[in-house]
Nanobody, 122 residues
Framework: VQLQASGGGLVQAGGSLRLSCAAS????????MGWFRQAPGKEREFVAAISRNGGSTIYADSVKGRFTISRDNAKNTVSLQMNSLKPEDTAVYYC????????????????WGQGTQVTVSS
């Protein structure tokens, strides 16, 4: 499975960005999908996850109410709509696929994209 994340950039605090992740080489509808992020000097942290059919989602408390994860199984894509961005959201964002687990833990994910940089200025 190959994952290609895109959509990062520089935005002012309070602004919005939409990240996308295109999957290829596997059975996308069979994978739970997640977004994680890693800020400089910090460990990778969970952001959001969505189940195989899109019926269930879960968010980190820090982004709940501001971020929305969605997926389109016909297009093999998963997206992360980020609103009301804050400087503390600055990080490299990674999409990931889990063939087995519905999880917020990074080690449950089997495949990772290359990451896309999100920078929020104050």
């Amino acid at each position: 499975v190959q994952l290609q994340a895109s959509g990062g950039g520089l935005v002012q605090a309070g602004g919005s960005l939409r990240l996308s992740c295109a999957a290829s080489g596997g059975t996308f509808s069979g994978d739970n999908m997640g977004w994680f992020r890693q800020a400089p000097g910090k460990e990778r942290e969970f952001v959001a996850a969505i189940s195989r059919n899109g019926g269930s989602t879960i968010y980190a408390d820090s982004v709940k109410g501001r971020f929305t994860i969605s997926r389109d199984n016909a297009k093999n894509t998963v997206s992360l709509q980020m609103n009301s961005l804050k400087p503390e959201d600055t990080a490299v964002y990674y999409c990931a696929a889990s063939t087995m687990a519905w999880s917020i833990r990074s080690h449950d994910y089997d495949y990772w994209g290359q990451g896309t940089q999100v920078t929020v200025s104050s």
